[in-house]
């Protein structure tokens, strides 16, 4: 288990350096430093000075991938791909255009970003998982059907129209909570509601409809015949048998995403004014920082890998059959 | 008029992508097995409702895909014409009204005045505060108060009284059709079309056909002297908007399909057949790629090209060809991002294929590599891919919003879906409300997103036998009913099986 462990970690490292090389070819070899120059401070009159100027602020005057005007082992480590894209390994981020410090900002910023993304987590897996469930006991019938067509109305309507509706609905013409806005400690919670239903709400469509396909898939197996057959009642077959075997790959489906939530969501996040990643992120696309984008990338990329390790973990914690080697 | 006719890329590629859909469909025309489930497609009520709508918005597209540059007038009439700058498609002339019916700012649907009180200056040179009329809206009314709701009725009735005799029309010929191929009398097929036990869903498509055709009747007569869904803040009809972004929302989600397919079938299926290093390498290539959070990768390669096309404005010479490259580019990032799912699935299949018996017969009378992939393994994936293409489809077009939103979309002066919607979301905060932008988009897009989503579903039960969907619930839960009924009703012979 363990051995398994350390070679997926090590397996990890090549993926992690792809994408190292991806961000690296993107945004610095399709278009050069000087070309993200020329756009942070105006295309038409920019001078040859100003561009220096700009890039030796943030680092960027530098070879891409040989330093020739150094000796030794600074003829590598003195170049744009070590300083910035090697150093990200090293959770060396460097500043924002804004002269902050990335890092800082990334830590201050996972806990807003994770009071939403955590509850909407576990209450979407539970509401989805309730009313995925009513639809097979009741399947083959009118509420079966209905929530089926629910379900692919629900999938129809972009999550824009979810936000921009519960906002209007629950803070504009009921005044139940704010429109947006954080605010520390337990008073965040009024600020939260909203949101955390929205984010619920908006992705109930498509996992409810999987949700049920894995219970149905689940109801034609031998063992809820056998079930059956013993004389067992539809709810005991349905609750003892099928919800526990159709949870595996449901909670393993799960487990991948839980890294992610430190990321937060792009949209949500920034409609309702939330401090966390997700509006920082946005903020940064919106300003061209390409310093923060380049960095919420690989960040990105290593959460994702990393909920790709506890996914093979959390099989072999929930189902005894399968054995790592 | 003399025109000049002009083909975007974008343009170029509809082309291409149709041309691929007719060749398609004559192959599959010509072998039974092909057809198959297609005709289970064709037998689903949903699904061929939902199709019905989707030509609807598919036409509009197409209309919207013949682009031209208008001869400008010039008195002289010399035998050299001048062709304007403006980029124009088919659908603009047709709604040219539309288009140039520009208000100066905002008004609700059907309005007669504006929405916002102006200070007018009188001819005495006094000034008062109030609702200015419309330049256009309601313009030929003379009491606007008093005739409006009896001139929206008197329009609409005839809008849509045309729009029934041209279902009606329809409605006569497709059953007399069906009637010849069926060797029947036309009264007795119109009575099974009726009852709903034909084979092919005929009842739902003419339903939601009459739908359609009612609806759009009403708007046709109504569109040309009123702003039928309101004006934005600019002026511009909201109407026209929602119309001109259905081809936006259609491209997005047809060209990215378009541009990963070769990505995810070479390498999906190179990685199965070949295996070892060529596996090892491409499921390399694809587990990098997948593990960046798509959006964050979207967003990354739309600011670059951003860009790249700032810093090289040389490149585009009209404004329509700069938004068709980046609503091209958009497209490509997109399904450079997005081979990899279907990729993987590739591969799993063809590791499966590759083992049976008759590629390893083919492989024993040595059969080469290249014949082999593309005689045997590729068209029995091919039903992955189609599934794949159609439920992809809609997850594009809700795509597509938010990506807008978020800044890394199509380019600003392009209409969609998602640049209406980031224009209007602040209007919702305002006092009075502004609704009708909003309210356009949104039934727009459900309209055609929900009749993607059930035809993907109709094409998935037809095409994965596993999936139980909603049309296959619909016919176990009919069947249910029927078997409740005491008369047993003989199913009705299929007009497949009939010579025709």
């Known amino acids: ?325 | 008029m003399s025109f000049k006719p002009v083909i975007l890329w974008t343009d170029a590629l509809v082309y291409v992508l149709i041309a691929v859909i007719v060749i398609f469909a004559w192959q599959v025309r010509r072998h039974e097995h092909l057809l198959a489930p297609w005709r289970r497609v064709g037998h689903s009520a949903s699904g061929m409702a939902a199709l019905t709508i989707l030509m609807f918005f598919i036409v509009i597209g197409l209309l919207d895909t013949i682009h031209l540059r208008p001869a400008i007038q010039n008195g002289n009439g010399g035998s050299e014409a001048a062709y304007g700058v403006e980029v124009l498609s088919l659908l603009d002339l047709l709604g040219t009204p539309l288009r140039t019916q520009v208000e100066t700012t905002y008004s609700a649907p059907f309005a007669t005045h504006l929405y916002a009180r102006e200070t007018v200056e009188l001819p005495d040179g006094g000034q008062v505060r109030e609702f200015p009329r419309l330049k256009f809206g309601g313009a030929h009314l003379q009491d606007p108060e008093a005739q409006l709701a009896g001139d929206i009725a008197t329009r609409a009735a005839a809008g849509t009284g045309l729009a029934l005799l041209l279902w009606f029309l329809i409605a006569t010929s497709v059953i007399a059709l069906v009637a010849h191929r069926r060797n029947e009398r036309f009264l007795s097929t119109f009575s099974a079309i009726w009852r709903g036990i034909t084979p092919v869903p005929w009842r739902a498509v003419f339903v939601t056909l009459a739908l359609i055709l009612l609806l759009g009747g009403a708007a046709l007569a109504l569109c040309s002297d009123y702003h039928i869904l309101g004006t934005d803040k600019v002026g511009q009809d909201v109407f026209y908007q929602s119309l001109k972004s259905i081809r936006t929302g259609l491209l997005i989600g047809t060209l990215t399909t378009l541009m990963m397919l070769p990505f995810a079938l070479l390498l999906g299926v190179a990685a199965g057949y070949f295996r070892g290093w060529v596996d090892d390498l491409i499921q390399y290539l694809y587990t990098t790629l997948s593990s960046i959070p798509g959006v964050l990768l979207i967003a990354a390669t739309v600011l670059m090209m951003q860009v790249y096309m700032e810093t090289h404005p040389e490149l585009f010479d009209t404004i329509a060809a700069r938004a068709d490259l980046r609503l091209l580019f958009l497209c490509i990032i997109l399904g450079v991002t997005s081979w990899t799912g279907l990729c993987r699935l590739l591969r799993g299949e063809t590791l499966k294929l590759r083992e049976m018996e008759y590629i390893q017969a083919a492989t024993a009378f040595g059969v080469s590599h290249w014949r082999i992939i593309s005689r045997h393994i590729i068209p029995n994936v091919m039903h992955i891919v189609l599934i794949t293409t159609v439920m992809d489809f809609s997850g594009l077009v809700l795509a597509e919003a938010v990506l807008s939103y978020v800044g890394v979309g199509v380019d600003p002066s392009t209409i969609s879906f998602g640049t209406m919607i980031n224009a209007a979301r602040l209007e919702m905060a305002r006092e009075p409300m502004v609704w009708w932008a909003l309210f356009a988009a949104f039934s727009f897009m459900f309209a055609l997103v929900l009749s993607a989503n059930l035809f993907a579903d109709a094409v998935q039960n037809a095409f994965d036998p596993r999936m139980k969907t909603l049309a296959a619930l619909a016919r176990t839960w009919r069947r249910k009913k029927h078997r409740e009924e005491p008369v047993t009703k003989s199913s009705s012979p299929s007009e497949d099986s009939l010579p025709s």
């Open chain 1, 1 to 325: 288990m363990l051995n398994y462990i350390i070679r997926r970690i090590l397996y990890a490292i090549p993926i992690l350096v792809g994408v190292n090389l991806i961000t690296f070819t993107l945004f610095f070899v399709v278009n050069t430093p000087d070309d993200m120059a020329r756009m942070q401070l105006g295309i038409k009159r920019v001078t040859p000075d100003a561009i220096a100027k700009w890039k030796q602020e943030r680092g960027y005057d530098q070879p891409l991938m040989f330093n020739n005007a150094r000796e030794g082992l600074e003829k590598i480590t003195r170049t744009i791909f070590f300083e910035k894209s090697v150093a990200m390994f090293a959770f060396r981020f460097g500043r924002a255009d804004d002269g902050r410090d990335i890092a800082y900002e990334i830590r201050t910023r996972m806990l807003p970003s994770l009071a939403i993304a955590l509850p909407v987590f576990v209450l979407g897996l539970i509401v989805y998982i309730a009313f995925a469930l009513t639809m097979v006991f009741f399947r083959a019938t009118y509420v079966d059907f209905w929530g089926v067509v629910l379900c692919v109305a629900l999938m129809s309507i972009s999550s824009l129209f979810y936000i921009i509706g519960g906002q209007f609905l629950i803070s504009k013409l009921w005044h139940l909570v704010p429109i947006s806005g954080y605010s520390q400690g337990l008073d965040s919670a009024k600020f939260l509601v909203l949101p955390v239903i929205i984010g619920v709400i908006s992705a109930a469509g498509a996992n409810t409809r999987w949700y049920r396909t894995l219970f149905l898939e689940e109801m034609g197996k031998d063992y809820v015949r056998t079930a059956r057959a013993k004389g067992l009642p539809e709810s005991a077959v349905l609750f003892r048998h099928v919800l526990q075997n159709a949870l595996i790959p449901i909670l393993t489906g799960a487990v991948v995403v839980i890294p992610l939530l430190f990321l937060g969501s792009l949209i949500v996040e920034s409609f309702f004014g939330i401090p966390g990643l997700g509006s920082y992120t946005i903020d940064a696309i919106n300003s061209q920082d390409f310093a923060v984008v380049r960095v919420m990338v690989f960040l990105g990329s290593l959460l994702y890998i990393v909920g790709l390790i506890l996914t093979d973990i959390s099989y072999t914690l929930v189902d005894p059959r399968i054995r790592l080697e």
